[in-house]
């Protein structure tokens, strides 16, 4: 079935510093997710990618869809300690499928 | 709008129990679905609805059944509770699969 992977599982930062997490897919997607979740906190959604090559920017970060739609990266330039939590990919497969998430990468800025 | 609820937001069980975690969305949205998180392995998806009286299984759904009578509500329900459903469990809803809104969580621990 469908996988998606992602890594690091963590990334520890000096604040200032960037930050990237890289999300793969084992099938084509139609579009992917990104969500943030705060420790003790529920996933929030912060961006859809959908057209392959497309790059999308919120403020200090900057989300990447492959051109072959299998792959996906979330950047972070400048690190905060408010940025500090877990990021997760979701990605639905071509045939309108599940939307399946990857392990997330957990991150920690050190002050 | 409440959004998502979810209720218990904690629950202690013994290995046998069984019981029910309730979720609601006010937001009239046909997409509903049930993930449990484990530490390192992610959100996986357990079980999901795409509108009243339709669900589906997701990637692991054995040892919990869902029902969809209405838009609002999506219950999961554990039969014989085991201690591998130790987890935290969160239900999200979506307009047409696209964003998800999450609950809260509840954090489920079975003895």
């Known amino acids: 079935g469908q996988q998606v992977m992602q890594i690091p599982q963590y990334q520890h930062v000096q604040e200032g510093e960037d930050f990237t997490t890289y999300c793969n897919s084992s099938t084509t997607l139609s579009n992917i997710q990104w969500y943030k979740q705060r420790p003790g906190g529920h996933p929030v959604f912060l961006i859809q990618?959908?057209?392959?090559?497309e790059v999308k920017k919120q403020k200090r970060l900057t989300f990447q869809f492959g051109e072959a739609k299998k792959n996906s990266s979330l950047h972070i330039t400048a690190t905060q300690t408010t940025d500090v939590g877990t990021y997760f990919c979701a990605g639905r497969d071509n045939q309108g499928g599940k939307l399946i998430f990857g392990q997330g990468t957990e991150l920690s800025v050190k002050p | 709008n409440a959004g998502v609820t979810q209720t218990p937001k904690f629950q202690v069980l013994k290995t046998g129990q069984s019981m029910t975690l309730q979720c609601a969305q006010d937001?009239?949205?046909?997409?509903m679905s049930w993930y449990r998180q484990d530490p390192g392995m992610g959100l996986r998806l357990i079980h999901y609805s795409v509108g009243a009286g339709i669900t589906d299984q997701g990637e692991v759904p054995n040892g919990y059944n869902v029902s969809r009578s209405t838009t609002e509500d999506f219950p999961l329900r554990l039969l014989s509770a085991a201690p591998s459903q130790t987890s935290v469990y969160f239900c999200a809803s979506s307009y047409r699969g696209d964003t998800q809104y999450f609950g809260p969580g509840t954090r489920l621990t079975v003895l």
């Open positions: 990618l959908v057209k392959s090559g």
């Open positions: 937001m009239n949205h046909e997409y």
